[in-house]
């Protein structure tokens, strides 16, 4: 018996990364997942490879620009197309730039703002309604390390992530009633195409997370599917409102050794 048996999740971000893991996970788990992104070919590509290993019917790929509200009530009209009903969501997609606040263009700050922070709001927006019609289910939100401390370079995207876990709490306390529970996910440093820019020489990468991080290694996305997975199935039934860190102990403070 999976953990998400009988349950219809939609997940955006999913074409790679963090979404592309949790979405197999949460298939091999039994729920029925919806793919959402901008990135055509890679959603539409796992969805199909989804449906080939564990059975017709179990993935559908959505086109989905989380910034933009007509995208939202599209998908979810899709989504209950393809599968009835949707009882969960993890907001997963997001975006980073790299800028010290004096030189960030309010373009870009906007930018980062619309997809990470008004994303978020469009997806409980959109989606909590559903959840609520299906009897109940979970929204996971997708924060960050930088959503609870400081890191020169990412304000603008730390300005969204703290933002976020301000959405989970007040998202948790208005739909505890009706049976949704929210909570957010806190990754630190995490083995995907976001943290691995054109140019950055990989073993460089390691070479510095073995210092700064207690665990000595860069987070795999397999590991927040995990956490996510936790958060969205019934062994968290009596959790909300709360921010999760997952960063190999990083946040602990300062190592000595
Ligand atoms: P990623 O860049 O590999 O994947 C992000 C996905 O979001 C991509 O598939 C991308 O196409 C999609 N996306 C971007 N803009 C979108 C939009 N407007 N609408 C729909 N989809 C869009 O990054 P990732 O590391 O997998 O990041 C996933 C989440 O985890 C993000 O919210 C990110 O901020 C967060 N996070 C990542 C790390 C890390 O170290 N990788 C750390 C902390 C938090």
Known sequence: MGKL?????????????????????????G???????VLDDQGEALAKELDEELGEGTAAYVRLDVSREADWAAAVAAAKDA?????????????????ELVSTPLEEFQLITQVNQV??????RSVAPEIEAAGGGTIVNTASYTALTGMAGVGAYAATKHAILGLTRV???????????VNAICPGAVDTPMSNPDGVDPDAVAELYKKLVPLGRIGQPEEVARLALFLSSEDSSYITGQPFVIDGGWLAGVGLF
């Not at 048996?5 to 788990?29: C, M, N, P, S």
């Not at 599968?83 to 800028?99: P, Y």
């Not at 994303?119 to 409980?124: P, Q, S, T, Y």
């Open 31 to 37: 729920a029925k997942v919806v793919l959402a992104d």
């Open 119 to 124: 994303g978020a709001f469009l997806g409980i």
């Open 83 to 99: 599968f009835g009903k949707i009882d969960g969501l993890v907001n997963n997609a997001g975006i980073l730039r790299f800028n």
């Open 171 to 181: 998202a948790a306390l208005e739909l505890a009633a009706r049976k949704i529970r």
């Open 5 to 29: 048996d009988g349950r219809v999740v939609l997940i955006t971000g999913a074409a790679r990364g963090q979404g592309e893991q949790e979405a197999r996970l949460f298939a091999a788990e």
